[in-house]
């Protein structure tokens, strides 16, 4: 079955960097693309990053364009996303999710960053 | 971007009784494609988000058919038909037909 498990999450002092993964089995990680949705406390889903399958196209949302940088490792079956020069509105329960068909077909169970001095 | 307005925020609802959710979007979701790309989420307490409906009305895998989506172009419903205690928690719509995709606000079932 489709599994996927998100590692990575902590706590960080702003202006620091963290590194999220996202491990997949149960599918051909190859040939789907991944993305990252975060939660912050008590609050909604905000959409974060979008990669395909090859990791050829990127897109971001634009609070986070310029600072976290999405990248996946297909031998691995890994997908990250790198965040830099964090911020307190960055603390969130971050999910990864498999752009299938049909879109955000399966989810992980989500990392907990939390972004304080 | 596009804004996704769910009402109502809250419906408190009776075991057995149906409840409905309505999603407009500030412009049509139908891509160039030809689909429209609007899901539904559940998310129950403490749970990740888990994919309810897709491309307007279609049920994922294992999802009870007391759930049904409708609509077309901006505007969208989900229906429960009859409320079981499972039911609780919060449902977003979605939409991944333009960049940045966006969520709704979210609106959380209750029982009463």
């Known amino acids: 079955q489709v599994q996927l498990v998100e590692s990575g999450g902590g706590v960080v002092q702003p202006g620091r960097s963290l590194r999220l993964s996202c491990t997949a089995s149960g599918f051909t990680f190859s040939s789907f693309g991944m993305l990252w949705v975060r939660q912050a406390p008590g609050k909604g889903l905000e959409w974060v990053a979008i990669?395909?399958?090859?990791?050829?196209?990127?897109y971001y949302a634009d609070s986070v364009k310029g600072r976290f940088t999405i990248s996946r490792d297909n031998s691995k079956n890994t997908l990250y996303l790198q965040m830099n020069s964090l911020r307190a509105e960055d603390t969130a329960v971050y999910y990864c999710a498999k752009d299938g068909d049909p879109k955000f077909d399966y989810w992980g169970q989500g990392t907990l960053v939390t972004v304080s001095s | 971007d596009i804004v996704m307005t769910q009402t109502p925020l809250s419906s408190p609802v009776t075991l057995g009784q149906p409840a409905s959710i309505s999603c407009r979007s500030s412009q049509s979701l139908v891509h160039s494609n030809g689909n429209t790309y609007l899901s539904w989420l559940q998310q129950r307490p403490g749970q990740p988000p888990r994919l309810l409906i897709y491309?307007?009305?279609n049920r994922f895998s294992g999802v009870p058919d007391r759930f049904s989506g409708s609509g077309a172009g901006t505007d969208f419903t989900l229906k429960i038909s009859r409320v079981e205690a499972e039911d609780v928690g919060v449902y977003y719509c979605m939409q991944a037909t333009h960049f940045p995709w966006t969520f709704g606000q979210g609106t959380k079932v209750e029982i009463k």
């Open positions: 990669i395909s399958s090859d990791g050829g196209e990127k």
């Open positions: 491309k307007i009305s």
